[in-house]
């Protein structure tokens, strides 16, 4: 039984299943039209309609997958992998939230484990990105996770949830009633050690509790909780079936347009 509050169940719960493609640094203009193509020829109407598919390509190629899903008018949305705490302004190499916008991103990926790892991002500055997000109306997709050693030593819960508040400072409820939540344990990411599904739903359902506690249960029942780690075809339905988990953050998997189609597929809404 699901401990998180309200305890309704990703299928009946109102809240529309997400699977969104984290590219990472792979791909570049051209393979990103053609994956783009490939995965929103091949799903149906029908099947995009129920199930919302999100594509995060480096930013290298957004200018590509716009004018391609513009043209196209293709049911699917995009989004970057990360974003300037900053409006504007001398800091070289980063990217602000209104370029991102002006490139009709509708989501941003915020404190993925990599760049919490390789970019030594806190929480604070985590929560920096995730309210400069917001203010250029798009969505963040929030990523939280535990080490292994952290789960070894059975402090998992309490250290994804501090992240999770931490990194969700000077949000309003308001403000959080679009937020999609990434649980991303670290030692699944790219090692093919997927989580069980019942650690999945355990985790998803501990971040929907807390986020009930910062923003109320309207809010929080409304809020998608995402799984990711070595998510695949084969493994995804059993994933998002469970009651609080709401979709899929996908890496390696959304580079191979038919696996990403069958993770899509897999979802019990589609
Ligand atoms: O953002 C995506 C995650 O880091 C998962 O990556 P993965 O599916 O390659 O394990």
Known sequence: MAKG?????????GRRTLVAGNWKMNLNHLEAIALVQKVAFDLKPAELEKVEVVFLPPFTDLRSVQTLVD???????????????????????????????????SYVVVGHSERRTYHHEDDALVASKVLAAYKHGITPILCVGEHED?????????HVLTQLEGSLAGVSAEQAATLVVAYEPVWAIGTGRTASAQDAQDMCS??????SKLFGDSVASGIRVLYGGSVKAANAAELFTMPDVDGGLVGGASLVAEEFVGIVRASPAA
């Open 5 to 13: 509050a309200p305890a309704r169940g990703s299928a009946g719960s």
């Open 150 to 158: 952290v789960r070894a030593a059975g402090n998992h819960v309490e």
């Open 206 to 211: 501990a971040v929907r509790g807390q986020l």
């Open 71 to 105: 043209g196209d008018k293709l049911a699917v949305g995009y989004g970057g992998q990360d974003l300037s705490p900053h409006g504007s302004g001398a800091y070289t190499g980063d990217i602000s939230g209104t370029m991102l916008s002006r490139l009709g991103c």
